[in-house]
């Protein structure tokens, strides 16, 4: 593994308790970062952190990421414990099942833009002043080859990940002279929990599509999310990088 050097950097991870925030934290970790999970999940957030303890400092927060305050308590505790916020990765993400459009319910609809789209957006807005005024900071968004395709039975999904591409460029033109750069992923799918919430016709849709024929490594996407949030990272920024197996067509 080669080592990327994320020495005294401080990384805020959504849904870092697992899937892939779990591997981007672990890999950060053994780059020499500290980390801050950020999770819905208490149980799975305290798991995560004693398991992930013995590589580097983690610390936790149980965060509804679509609440304005929420995001704000967390950044705040975050900095009181770490003192800065060099790096975020919103990950957190959630699929809302598959089905035509026309029989998705609209709340279902609603809370996967909520939770894929305005989360990150909220998390931006509350992390990116504190980035400015140190004149360096690196943003890596989650987004998915389905917000560049448009996935069948997955309408909701594809457009919330559509609009954090979108995000990501409009954010890191507004940023481009303030030190601070903000990419966005575009994975195929990985063997995660996200799994359980889809159909399996579906999961098979998703494997035919990839020319490699197999599924995203967790470690894989941890590895580029590294690279991206690094020094190294230095004149990229609105960019989308593929991820997908030989899928992506642009």
């Known amino acids: 593994m080669n080592r990327i050097d994320l020495h005294e950097r401080v990384a805020v991870i959504t849904g870092g308790a697992q899937g892939f925030g779990y591997a981007t934290a672990a890999r950060m970790l053994d780059s020499g970062a500290a980390v801050a999970l950020w999770d819905i999940d208490s149980a799975r957030l305290e798991q995560a952190r004693v398991e992930l303890s013995a590589r580097g400092s983690v610390t936790t927060a149980v965060v509804e990421l679509t609440s304005e305050a929420g995001v704000a308590d967390a950044v705040q505790a975050t900095l009181e414990r770490h003192g800065q916020i060099d790096i975020l990765v919103n990950n957190a993400g959630i699929t809302g099942g598959n089905g035509p459009t026309w029989e998705l319910e609209p709340a279902v609809w609603r ?14 807005r509350a992390v990116v002043p504190h980035m400015i005024a140190r004149r360096y900071g690196r943003i890596v968004n989650i987004a998915s080859i389905a917000g560049k395709e448009g996935n069948p039975n997955a309408s909701h999904y594809s457009a919330s990940k559509a609009g954090l591409i979108s995000l990501t460029k409009s954010l890191g033109k507004e940023l481009a002279q303030a030190g601070v750069a903000v990419n966005c992923v575009t994975p195929a799918a990985a063997r995660t929990a996200i799994f359980d919430t889809m159909t399996q016709a579906h999961i098979d849709f998703m494997l ?5 024929g197999r599924f995203l490594l967790v470690e894989e996407l941890a590895a580029m999310v590294c690279w991206l949030s690094s020094q190294d990272c230095s004149f990229s920024t609105g960019g989308v990088f593929d991820i997908s197996g030989g899928r992506a067509t642009y």
């Open 208 to 212: 035919a599509k990839i020319p490699m």
């Open 111 to 124: 809370r996967v833009i909520e939770v894929n789209l305005v989360a990150p957006y909220l998390v931006c």
